[in-house]
């Protein structure tokens, strides 16, 4: 609940010993504290003009208008604009009762393996929440791409590798263009980034100084790229 | 991952006690019995085109193109249709390490609050799964309504409930047209389906033979209507 910036909890006939001191602990997150109890569910969802039951198998014969969670979610969404409305989960072992059930206006069902028996509360509850918060939109927004590298900078990386690979004896001079071509796609394949290209040059140049200092060329400290 | 559907769980480097008790336990789920533990992440995905890291809070300066989960899944899914993926998690503790995050191609976020710590592990796979197998479609996907009550039956169910209403004094017979017309209203927006009203219809007839029985008039067990 707290992951997704819902503060509103209710519990019905919470008796359980490992509740109680959870609740009375130091530290006990602000939902845990400000948790109400009550006796009966019809307590707890007076004030509520939607009560929607949250279901992941229908092992009984359901009496209710049952919907899938991404579309009982949106539903759910649109009434709170107007009042208040509930999420019932029922217990980990049981569910929810028949009882409990007659409360609920539809269901909502976690799209679930339904052979694969229930789902442990805490997931499921996340999921529906997590159904609440995330944003359609999301699904067929691109992420931000890098910028790319402007066509010179990729010509320059190009060169930089074909002479640390005719310097390596990857390729030699006379043969190098159509390495070059090969480069030169590679590059535009990869849809390289400003920012990655300069950092590939800075390492190209490291190579290739290195390289020319091996070849025998006397290397100083000054001839040192700058990384 | 059983809920969803999903069936290949890798870890790497599971060297908890708990995780060997409960893969050997009798009865432990088909996909803990069939799980394989790598010594190395590498090993682990080295099968994998493309490996995605899962993260709830950004709280390290995260160096990776970093895609909202709904996004994220569905290019994973697209990807899924060509050859093996790889969705990794990091330890409930630590998370993803900056050695573990180098090999990953990109990371889904999920839309938790920032401000709230980490996500439960199992709760996090739980979501990012549930983004998998849920349908887009389905947030707009009307639920199938019930056959709504024919005009006739609707009818039938106004003039019984006026019968009831006049035979227990709610409304005298002169002034009931009013509340017929309130009725009328009240059965069409309901959109009330055949069912229900057929349901209906058959209480009223029972308080109705109630309501006369107890007018003084003869009940015998042969006039009690059929419910």
């Not at 009762?97 to 996340?126: F, K, T």
């Not at 690979?165 to 071509?181: A, C, D, I, K």
Request: proline share 4%; charged share 25%.
């Amino acid at each position: 609940m707290s992951n997704f910036g819902f503060t509103r909890l209710r519990l019905v006939n919470a008796y359980d010993v490992a509740y109680q001191e959870a609740r009375s602990a130091v530290g006990a997150s602000p939902i845990l504290q400000e948790a109400r109890n009550f006796g009966l569910l019809a307590e707890a969802i007076a004030d509520c003009g939607l009560v929607v039951g949250a279901t992941s198998v229908g092992h009984r014969e359901l009496k209710h208008s049952l919907r899938r969670l991404e579309y009982g979610a949106r539903a759910l969404r649109q009434h709170l604009r107007e009042g208040p409305a509930a999420l019932l989960f029922g217990s980990e072992k049981y569910g929810l009762s028949n009882e409990d059930l007659s409360y609920c206006h539809w269901l909502v069902r976690i799209p679930a393996r339904r052979d694969r028996g229930s789902m442990n509360l805490g997931q499921a509850v996340a999921v529906c929440l997590y159904e609440f918060v995330r944003s359609s939109a999301a699904a067929s927004a691109r992420p931000a791409r890098p910028t790319p590298a402007p066509g010179g900078d990729l010509d320059r990386l190009t060169e930089s590798w074909l002479e640390a690979l005719t310097e390596s004896g990857y390729v030699n001079p006379v043969t190098s263009h159509s390495t070059r071509l090969k480069l030169r796609r590679l590059f535009r394949r990869l849809r390289m980034g400003a920012e990655d290209c300069e950092l590939m040059l800075g390492m190209l140049r490291q190579i290739q100084w290195k390289l020319e200092s091996a070849r025998g060329e006397p290397a100083s400290r000054d001839a040192e790229p700058r990384r």
